[in-house]
Every structure is written in C-alpha cells, then in structure tokens.
C-alpha cells in the first residue's frame, strides 16, 4: 500500500484536514513512493495555534538551555546521515555522495546556531548622560516558518530554524511537496529530543499551505527559498500582511575564465558546478563567459570534461549525475536548449534523450553545452536549472562585467583567473551577493549569511548566521536611571 505522509503538529504525528494528495515521485524510474497533502489551511491554522501555545514556556527557557536541544540534534543528524541522504537522493534524484553533502551543511548551521547565548549578547553603554545608561536587548517574534524548495530537502530548512527556535521562536517547516519524505524523516528522528509540544511543527502542501502561512496573524516571519517569480510574491503578498519576509529567488550564475586561469583545473570546477546536482543548485554554473581570443581553448575542455561524467540513478556507485525532479522539469529544459539552437546557438553536447541503463523512465538529461548563443536570446537570460551550460566569449573582463550587471538575477558570480588585481576589481564592481575567486560554488559557510542579490533576494536579511539570528528577533532600547534617593538606604 503507499504511504500516506502526515503533518507533525503540537508533537504528535496529525493526518491532513484536506482530502487532496499529491504523488511523491523518485525522478530516477517515475515510480511512486508516497502520497503527500496537497495542503490545508486549516491544517495551518493548527500548527500555528500548537507553536503559539508553545511560545510563552519556550522564549522563557534560558538561551543556555535552548540549545542543548540543538546539541542533541546536531548528533541525531550526524548518526543518522547515511539513512537521511539515501531518502533524499530517492526522492529529489541527487547523487548519494551530493545528499552527505547537503547533511553536513545543515549540521554546520546547528553548530553556529549552539553559539546563540554569546550570539544574542548585545549593547550596553554607561552614562549616556549622567546617571542614565541604555542597552538594547534582542527577543524572539514568536512563530517563524521555512517555506522550502526542492532542491536541498535537507540543507535549506537549517539555513533558518535552528537560529529561530534558538532565539525562542517555535517554528513551522513546509517541505517541498516534491520532496517531502526527508524531512518527515527528519522529524520521526528528532523526537528523541523530547522538545516542548508544538516548538518545532512540519506542515506538508503547496500554494494553499503557502498563502495560509501568508495571511495568519499569528505569524510574523517567513523565511522563502524556491524560483523568483514565487519569491516575489511571497516577499509582497507577506509584507502587505504586516510580516517580515526574507525570499531567496532564482538565479543565472556566471563564471568568468581570464587567459591566465590554471586550464585542468578550472575545467573541473567548472564542469562541477555547472553539472553538480543536475544542474538544479541555485550556485551553479549556467553561464561561461571566457575573456579574450586566448580563452577559448577553456570551451573544448569543458564539453570533453562534461562529455565523460556518468549520468544515472543517484544511488549506483560511479553515478556523477542524478536525474532532474520531474518529467514536466525536463520537458522545460529540453524546450529551452531547442530554443537556444532556435535563436542561433551551437549545440556542442546535446544531452536530450539521453538512455540510462536500468533506469528507462527516469527524468534524465546529461550534461549540455550551448555555444555562440545571443545575449539578447530569452535562453541567455533564463533560469534553466537543469544540466545546460551556456559558453560564450567577450574582449575584455569590463565587457564581462557589464554583461553580468545586466542579468537581472545576482545570486553568485565566480572569476577563474591568476590575477590579483582582475579578482579585485572583479569583487568590487560584479552586483551579486556571493562571489568566487577560483572557486566553482560560492556557497557562504554557515557562519556568513547566504548574500543573494537583485531578483535572486527580495527582503534585507538573509539566511544563516548573525542575519538569521537579526531576522528571528526584535530589538528592544532600554533608557535606565536609577535615582539614589529612592533607592540607597544605606
Ligand atoms: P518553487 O518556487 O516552485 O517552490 C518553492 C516553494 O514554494 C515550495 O515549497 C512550493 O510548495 C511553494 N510554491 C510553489 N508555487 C507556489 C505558488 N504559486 N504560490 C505559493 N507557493 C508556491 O521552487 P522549486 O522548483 O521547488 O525550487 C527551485 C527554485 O528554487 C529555483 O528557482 C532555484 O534557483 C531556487 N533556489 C534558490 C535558492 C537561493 O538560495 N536563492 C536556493 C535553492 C533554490
């Protein structure tokens, strides 16, 4: 029979209120794995009650208590991290290798989000006049919640809820209705932490969960992750309800190659981080821009290099590429490349109808280079997030600049060269909120904040780290005097 996914509300395992289920799907053969709630507003509106309940008892434990929950969870995730990385390659397709990955990031933010008690620590200045001092101190909002993507079921919920329920929110997680088995497992391993009823609450669905979160006033924050057009609305439709909204978008990163880039090894980056989780990371490579006559070379390279990774299901041994989430997913990537040869590009490696051994039906496209494209194409300017990289060459590193300035996503942009000064001018003037210096993924660490700009971001504080912690808490001024007269008695 197919398991039917439940909501975790007020600590207890809770079937939907709604009667609509969507099927959880394993990208590499198609076949079913669970039914998941399409969502429910009501189920909203009970977890939302469950973690409002929670909130008094939870802000009120002292910081250096709060995290020994999170201690705990950080070993759970790291003794269970192969069982969590073989759910989530089933469901969202990703090498095992890529899933391991994904777990220890999201451990690094637990770790970060231990250090809250010095974390939370603020400002106190003596004498602002005489005999009056003032401090601020920083509280929790009450209910924060994750709206996640599909692309890292396990990474992106930690980039926010451990520094949200450290600082004493209770909190809601809604997984990708894509992928919502490695969570739900998640949560079936973290009630060994035996947390407060309704502190940490997981609510499967789509857009319905989605606008109900939007509209309670029982919640004032929202951390969004997924595709820009979502972002926005999300950022706008939140903040008309009074909340506040930080909402990762899209993204069409590019990569700059100077003349003078070390060739093997910037060829393997590149080919990682355009080809790495099937393309569909919101750091990844879509875009080679090679400066000068000399860099051309870089292009061959990178299409023998993209040309020789293995394409397959993500748990055989070997497999350098899982396949994209879904079938509809790949028909969109497949339209997008006809369209680009359309517009006049070069196909230098066609990955389209690509056979997998054993795996007939999966959603597979390999690795797929476009040369010569147009920077006027709709496909230049397109988030593909599949396999497909598009190589194109400019005069000068200025001429690469302005062309990436133009792009309307900033997410991330990366120089491939030996020159200090073209890595400084390259950092100073590129508007994007991560960037790499010989580097293939600029994924910040834990403890920077995760910077994307322009149509990749809509708010101001971004997740992970000391914006996190900024974001889940508000800041209140205290003006003190103490009059000796009052209160001196001896
Ligand atoms: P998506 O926008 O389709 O879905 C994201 C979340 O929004 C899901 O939980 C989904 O249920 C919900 N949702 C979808 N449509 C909605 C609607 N119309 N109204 C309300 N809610 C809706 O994104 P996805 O396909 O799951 O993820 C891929 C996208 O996420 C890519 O664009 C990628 O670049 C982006 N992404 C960005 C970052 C970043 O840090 N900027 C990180 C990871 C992924």
Redesign the pocket.
Known sequence: MTRKLRNYINGKWTETTGSLFLDVINPADNKTLAIVPAGSRDDIIDAARAAKNASADWRNMPATQRIQYLFKMKQILETNSDEISAICTAECGKTLQESRAEVVRAIENIEVACGIPKLLQSDFSEDITKGIDEYFIRQPLGIGTC??????PVM?PFWFMPYAIACGNTYII?????VPLTMTRIFELLEELNLPAGVLNMVH???E???AILEHPDIPAIS????????R??YQTGVAHNKRVQA????KNPVVIMPDADVDTTVRIVTDSAFGCAG???LAASIVITVGKESEKFADKIVSSAKSRITGNGMDKGVEMGPV?SKESRISIEKLIQKGIDDGATILLDGRNIKVEGSGEGNFVGPTVLGGLSTDSEVFKT?I?GPVLIIINVETLEDAIDLINDNRYG?SACIFTASGSAARKFRHDVMAGNIGVNIGIAAPMAFFP?S?WKE??FGDLH?QSLHAIEFYTQTKVVIERWHDEWTRKF
């Open positions: 709206i996640a993507p599909f692309n890292f992106i809604k997984p990708s209705e894509k669905g789509g857009k969960t989605v606008d969004f992750v997924g595709s820009t057009n979502v972002a609305y999300v990762q978008g899209g993204a569909q990371r919101c989430i988030e997030f997410n995760f994307g990749s971001f997740g």
